[in-house]
Structure formats: structure tokens, C-alpha cells
């Protein structure tokens, strides 16, 4: 899943000014006239004056009379209002010389290229709410608006480009207020993020830039200005560490509405081609955006998605997909675009770990949990595009008890092909009932419920996917399965957080998890040293994350997409970073000679059939 839902995405602001302005206040972050804020008059203010040289406006929670400045973007739609820019400016390159003026419900009257003076009040909107961590907005709301001319020039747009963008992100942030960079000077000339700060609400444009991620649904792209930043072969930017930020990245939106001017589709890799002009905006999904006023076409770059090698006929293919919710009241298309990648793009694998599988009615919160009628669904559409009739085991969860979509019961399913490869079934496991390991008559490590569940009662699994276990047979040799997906990365600050370096709150609970998988494993190989045991699933977390270093603990396992060139490491885009979320990871009975891929099928395209690319380990047991 992505990291932040955005199904239920706010079209309107939903955070007060008096908040973010209290909560500044009681930090010690704005300091006010001694007269009320909300009272207080100031009179022959300019842009840069209400702006200042931190992330917080000195005139928070003050009006302000007569603010002179060219409108340069009017937004419609979503959150409305328009931005205004001083085409004299002060000359401090830590100073905005353009601010956003909310308008809500009321009429819109101007247009680009009006001069305008404004009065209102200043205020700071973090989008989001407080709790996001989000920075703030400088605005002027409840405007009084006078137009003293139109049609005049806009002023000159400045260019972001790679060599105006620092290498640093970010500065650390201030100890003694809990992390933020809010009170912090900017420096525009030493953090990427401070640049971007400076030009809060100004006129800016990028040019000719390659796209490093692709138009999502809410009419978006990200494009870098850093063409050398991280670039893989197929045009992406890859995330590489905590300490390594993708400072080129820019979120590319538009002013007019997609139902007047539709958005270009691009994929990962192609170019917008003449760039983007218009308003930087700071919103809760990607953080600082150019709106576009002005926007390049899509150069095409022919992206293609891969295919895999198929297995030899000594070698065992494990792969692991997250099929993204999928339920029978998904369109029939959905089901067929899924099989046909897994014949054609991963070429039949022998065993499948599916993450995100729902029941048979998906969202309907009925009580069911049965996905017979899934995976039927799927199975028979994977025997139409030509590949094998799979087999399945899974365990059904308890009603509403692994986290996911409401009613949905997502979980893990293990799809066989019997022609390839068996199943060995024992006992019978359930949601509740943990598997262990013994050691079997013939010195071999075996699991006490074939399925079953690893440690379901460990709270680490509380509202989340329990691990499912399966030991398989090929050609005589035992190998043991764990289908994994890791709790989510919701609730984790962005990137451009006001907290430097940004809360992962997340992490902590995946922390747990991985613990309890790789206790588990090390249980295996006390049965068994020299055991085939792979890991894999949807671990939403990175190669280089506190949750890998936790799964490989001890050496009971290594994260196979390590063997892979860094630049190649990635199995899903998120506001620009190909960035690794889908893992296998092997024990040491697997070896050194496997055959690893990432299926770059679905995370660069617009079009997707999921938002997570499939992983494929190929190796001789």
C-alpha cells in the first residue's frame, strides 16, 4: 500500500490558523507586538515582510493592510485562492517575495497578471493538521481585494535547477523545539529544503526535466531537476539511504482544472518537455509543488515492462507480489492483467506469495472471510493466459483482526505449481494457532502446521498480516516458506517534515516484526543448520531500514535484492524515490548462487495494475 492513503483525499483546508499560530507561540517560535494578535494592525507591509527569513511568518495572527503584488496563479478548484508576488523584491535570498491569499468560498475576481493590493490577515496552514508534521503555509486569509490594473507582466519566474539546488536536504533540527526547523534562518544556498522554502508562493519554473514519477490519479508528476542525482537505467532516482536525499525532486501540478485541460500521462523516464512556470505551493502530499500556470508536453521514452528469465528445470523460482486489494467485485481486466504478468512477466515462478489478497465479497463488512472465490478468480485467469493451474494454501484471519481495508481481510496466499513443486500439509493451522519446528526422523527441519502462522499472538501482529509459513518439496529437497507484509508507513512524517530529521513512528512496530520472523527462522536452523528457508512479501521497509538489519540479525537470513547493483534496488515509487519496499531474503542453506530480480512492471507506469513492482528469487535447493 502507499504510504499515505489518499483515498479520501481533502479538496478543502480543514486546519485553523489560531492552532498552528497558538502552538507557535507556546514554542517559543513567533513573537507578536504586545497588542492582540488577532487585533494587531500593520500598515505598508510588503510580501517579504510578511514572509520573513524563517519558516514562520513574524506577522502570524496579524492583519495587514494594502500588501502590493502581481497575481501570478489562480486556483479554482481544491484549495482556492490565488498567489501574489512583489515584482521589486529586497534582494535577501532567504526572503519570499510571493504568498498565497485563500479565498475559500468566496467569489474569485482576478486574474494573472493583475496588480493587486491585499488586506487580511496573516496566517500559517499546515496542510495535513499539526499532527502531520507538515510544515506550514504562509497565507493571507479573509482578503480584501483591490485590482489597480491588468494585463501587466508577471514577474520573471525563477529557475530551479541543478545548479541552484543544494546537495544538503536539510538542516538537523533545533533540540530544544523537539526537532523542528521551523524557527531555524533559512539558507537557501545550503539546504535544498530551505531553497525551496525562500521561494514559498514565487513564480518559479523548471526546464526540459525527466520524470521520476510517474502521473498518478489525482493529476500529478514528479520530475527532477538533478538529472545525475541517484539515476538508475530506466530513468528513475533511486532512494539510497536515510542520509542521501534526492534533493532534485519537484512535484508538478497545474492550475487549470483536468476537466478543461487534461493532465499529461507520463511514465518514469520520459520528459516534460519545456518544463512547468508557475506558483511553488507547499501541500500534505509531496510536500513543495510547482503549480503549473504554464506546462511542457510528455516526450515519450518508450518504457517497457520487464519480463523475467524463466527458471531452469534444477532451479526452484520464488516470487512474491502484492496484488493491491484484490477481491471478486474487482473488474475483470484487473484479474487478467495480474495473470498475464504472472506468466508473461515473471514466467510461471513455482511458488507465488500473494500480499493483499481480500475475502470473497472485498469491502463488504459482512463478517466474511473466506477468499476461495478469489483466488479461483485468479487462478482460472492465470490458466487463460496460458500458464499452469496453481494450487493454493492460506489461512483465513479472523474477521477485521490484520489491518487493511475494512471488511477486506487481506492476507497472505501461497500459489503452487503442482507440476513443479509440492506441498507438504500438516496439521491444521488457524488464525490464532502458531507453527513451530522440530527436527524430523531423517535430520531434517520441519514445521508442526503446514500452513501456519508464526507467533500470531505477539502483539508485534496486532491489527496486521500474520506471517504465513508453508513448507514445500522440490525434487526431495525440503524448503521452507514465510509469506510476510509488514505493517505500514502510515503515520510517518514526509520527507520535508518540519522535524529534521522527519518522525518514522512506523518503524517501530516493523521493528517488532521482524524480530519475530527472524526468531522464528533461527528456530528453524537449530532443527536444521543447513535449511532452505526464504523469506519474502511486501517488508515495507528498506534494504538499508532498522526492520532489515533486524530480519538478517545473527546472519539467519541475508536480503537477496543486496546482490543487486544499488541503482537497481527498488520495488516501488513513492513521490519520486524508487525506493526498495518488497523483500526476499534467504538463509544461509540457500547460498550464495541464486538468480534475483525486480520486476519493474507496475511502480513507473501510470497505468498499474498494482503500485508494487514483483520480486523473483531463482535458486537450486
Do not use: C
Not at 2 to 10: K, M, N, V
Amino acid at each position: 500500500m502507499p504510504h499515505i492513503s489518499r483515498a479520501t483525499r481533502p479538496a478543502v483546508r480543514s486546519a485553523a490558523v489560531s492552532t498552528v499560530v497558538a502552538t507557535a507561540l507556546a514554542a517559543g517560535l513567533l513573537v507578536v507586538s504586545s497588542s492582540s494578535a488577532s487585533s494587531a494592525s500593520a500598515a505598508g507591509v510588503r510580501v517579504h515582510d510578511i514572509q520573513g527569513t524563517t519558516r514562520l511568518s513574524p506577522l502570524a495572527g496579524q492583519q495587514v493592510t494594502d500588501v502590493a503584488g502581481i497575481v501570478t496563479g489562480v486556483r479554482t478548484y481544491g484549495s482556492k485562492g490565488f498567489w501574489i508576488q512583489d515584482p521589486k523584491g529586497d534582494g535577501d535570498p532567504a526572503t519570499s517575495e510571493g504568498v498565497f491569499v485563500y479565498t475559500g468560498s468566496a467569489a474569485l475576481t482576478v486574474r494573472a497578471g493583475d496588480a493587486v493590493r491585499v488586506s487580511g490577515t496573516v496566517g500559517e496552514y499546515v496542510p495535513g493538521g499539526e499532527a502531520s508534521g507538515n510544515q506550514s503555509l504562509t497565507q493571507l486569509t479573509k482578503p480584501t481585494v483591490t485590482v489597480e490594473s491588468s494585463g501587466n507582466a508577471l514577474p520573471a519566474p525563477v529557475t530551479v535547477g541543478a545548479k541552484s539546488v543544494p546537495s544538503a536536504y536539510a538542516p538537523d533540527g533545533d533540540p530544544a523545539n523537539g526537532g523542528s526547523i521551523d524557527a531555524l534562518a533559512l539558507k537557501p544556498r545550503a539546504y535544498a529544503l530551505d531553497l525551496y522554502e525562500s521561494l514559498e508562493g514565487m513564480n518559479v519554473r523548471v526546464g526540459t526535466s525527466r520524470v521520476v514519477g510517474a502521473t498518478d490519479p489525482y493529476s500529478e508528476l514528479w520530475i527532477t531537476v538533478k538529472p545525475h542525482e541517484n539515476p538508475n537505467r530506466r530513468g528513475g532516482a533511486v532512494y539510497k539511504s536515510y542520509d542521501d536525499q534526492n534533493t532534485g525532486r519537484l512535484q508538478i501540478q497545474q492550475l487549470a482544472p483536468v476537466s478543461e485541460h487534461p493532465f499529461p500521462k507520463a511514465n518514469v523516464g520520459d520528459a516534460l518537455s519545456g518544463g512547468a512556470e508557475g506558483p511553488l505551493d507547499f501541500n500534505q502530499f509531496g510536500g513543495y509543488t510547482l503549480v503549473a500556470r504554464t506546462l511542457g508536453k510528455v516526450t515519450d521514452k518508450g518504457l517497457a515492462p520487464e519480463k523475467t528469465k524463466r527458471q531452469a528445470k534444477g532451479e526452484l523460482a520464488v516470487a512474491t507480489y502484492n496484488v493491491e486489494n484484490l477481491d471478486p467485485t474487482d473488474p475483470q481486466a484487473k484479474f487478467d492483467a495480474l495473470a498475464g504478468a504472472v506468466v508473461s512477466n515473471l514466467s510461471s515462478p513455482d511458488v507465488l506469495a500473494l500480499e493483499e489478497i481480500q475475502d470473497d465479497n472485498g469491502a463488504k463488512n459482512d463478517g466474511t472471510v473466506s477468499a476461495e472465490a478469489t483466488l479461483k478468480k485468479f487462478t482460472d485467469a492465470i490458466v487463460a493466459a496460458g500458464g499452469p493451474r496453481y494450487a493454493w494454501r492460506s489461512i483465513d484471519p479472523q474477521n477485521n483482526k490484520d489491518g487493511g481495508e475494512p471488511g477486506g481481510n487481506i492476507r497472505q496466499v501461497f500459489l503452487f505449481n503442482p507440476e513443479r513443486v509440492s506441498f507438504t500439509d500438516r496439521g491444521a493451522g488457524d488464525a490464532t494457532t502458531a507453527t513451530g519446528v522440530v527436527r524430523s526422523a531423517g535430520g531434517r527441519a520441519a514445521l508442526t502446521l503446514s500452513p501456519g502462522r508464526v507467533d500470531p499472538a505477539n502483539t508485534a501482529w496486532e491489527d496486521s498480516r500474520k506471517p504465513l509459513a508453508g513448507e514445500f518439496s522440490f525434487r526431495g529437497r525440503s524448503v521452507i516458506v514465510v509469506a510476510n507484509h509488514f505493517g505500514s508507513k502510515g503515520g510517518d512524517e514526509g520527507l520535508t517534515s518540519r522535524h529534521q530529521p522527519p518522525v518514522r513512528s512506523s518503524e517501530a512496530k516493523r521493528l517488532r516484526q521482524a524480530q519475530a520472523v527472524n526468531s522464528f527462522v533461527r528456530d528453524v536452523r537449530k532443527a536444521q543448520k543447513s535449511a532452505d528457508v526464504v523469506v519474502v512479501g511486501d517488508v515495507n521497509d528498506f534494504e538499508f531500514s532498522r526492520t532489515t538489519a533486524a530480519l538478517e540479525a545473527g546472519g539467519a537470513l541475508k536480503s537477496a535484492v543486496k546482490s543487486l547493483p544499488r541503482s537497481e534496488r527498488y520495488s516501488y515509487v513513492y513521490q519520486g524515490n524508487s525506493q526498495v519496499l518488497d523483500q526476499i531474503l534467504t538463509s544461509p542453506g540457500v547460498g550464495s548462487g541464486f538468480a534475483y530480480d525486480s520486476v519493474h512492471i507496475n511502480a513507473e507506469f501510470a497505468e498499474q495494475n498494482s503500485d508494487h513492482d514483483p520480486q523473483v528469487l531463482r535458486f537450486r535447493p
